[in-house]
């Protein structure tokens, strides 16, 4: 079981988001106000803040929640590990990983600041399946795994 560290949101399409005291997430939308919102299968981006932490070791640029671009940081789960189709527990809310990584365009506002971005290796992306709310201290448990096995 993790925790969220942060939650954060953007409303245009590749910048940095910054933190917000809580998300709303709703089914087959994503985030409330979020620049990824709509019916895709990448509604919410999770980073967790061990790997933002092993990048601000490689550069000497402070790094902020949101920099990456990430709606929800987590810490204590290993989010790269988990495979498409695990169901997840955030907040009050669920959703199921859709995707592990992805291509960074070369534009990208973090990669043009400290010369690479850990999001296309080691973040995940998930749609959601319950409304609900996230905010930091919140945990994020994962409920099932992608054979649709309770934990």
């Known amino acids: ?7 954060c949101i953007s409303a245009v399409r590749g910048t940095a988001k910054h933190p917000v005291e809580a998300i709303h ?3 087959e939308h994503g985030i409330e106000g979020d ?8 509604q919410v981006s999770l980073l967790a803040v ?12 402070c790094l902020n929640p949101g920099d990456f671009a990430e709606n929800i940081l987590t810490e204590g ?17 669920q959703g199921e990983v859709t995707q592990i ?6 534009d990208c506002t973090i990669r043009q600041k400290v010369g690479d ?3 296309p ?12 709310w996230v905010r930091p201290g919140d945990t994020v448990e994962v409920l099932a795994s992608a054979k649709n096995e309770t934990v």
């Open 25 to 27: 997430l709703i089914p």
């Open 50 to 61: 061990e790997s933002v932490e092993l990048m601000q070791c490689r550069v000497d640029v």
């Open 101 to 106: 990584g992805k291509e960074c365009h070369a």
């Open 121 to 132: 290796r080691e973040g995940i992306f998930l749609r959601v399946q319950t409304e609900g």
């Open 117 to 119: 971005c850990v999001m």
């Open 77 to 93: 789960i290993e989010l790269k590990s988990l495979p498409v189709g695990t169901r997840l527990q955030l907040g009050t809310a």
């Open 1 to 7: 079981m993790g925790k969220v560290r942060a939650v």
């Open 35 to 42: 620049a990824h919102a709509g019916r895709w299968h990448r």
